[in-house]
């Protein structure tokens, strides 16, 4: 598995790709396959806010039902609603299309605690 270098990483299996004061976030190619087929994604609303480690949605497959976690604080500026429709994105293109939400940071120096790729893949042993 390939975990792209531009992003940042938490233990609980999500990415980040920060651009200026936003970040992207999804769960990593990992995740997406421990948990096998997605079919269904619960989304937060747009305007929710979250501080680190907070539980943001739900991530259901056909073996199990796992909790996003948001790795650093901020308010949710948008939610993919295309996983509504195809949840399955998430396993097809968990780096791309398959993102889940776009943040403001509220604390942009939090990302600093995060792995980066060759940690992230360190840390899966």
Known sequence: M??????????????LLVEGDEATV???D??????????????????DSFSAGDAIGEV????????????????VIAVNEALTDNPGTINEDAYDEGWI???RLN????????????????SLG
């Open 2 to 15: 390939a975990y792209p270098n531009d992003r940042k990483y938490s233990s609980d299996h999500e990415w």
């Open 26 to 28: 999804g769960i990593t």
């Open 30 to 47: 990992f995740a997406q396959d421990q948990l096998g087929a997605v079919v269904y994604v619960d989304l937060p609303a747009q305007g």
């Open 60 to 75: 259901e497959s056909v073996k199990s039902v796992s909790e996003i976690y948001l790795p650093v604080s901020g308010e």
């Open 101 to 103: 939400v776009r943040i």
């Open 107 to 122: 604390d942009p120096s939090e990302v600093d605690a995060l792995l980066d790729a060759a940690g992230y893949e360190a």
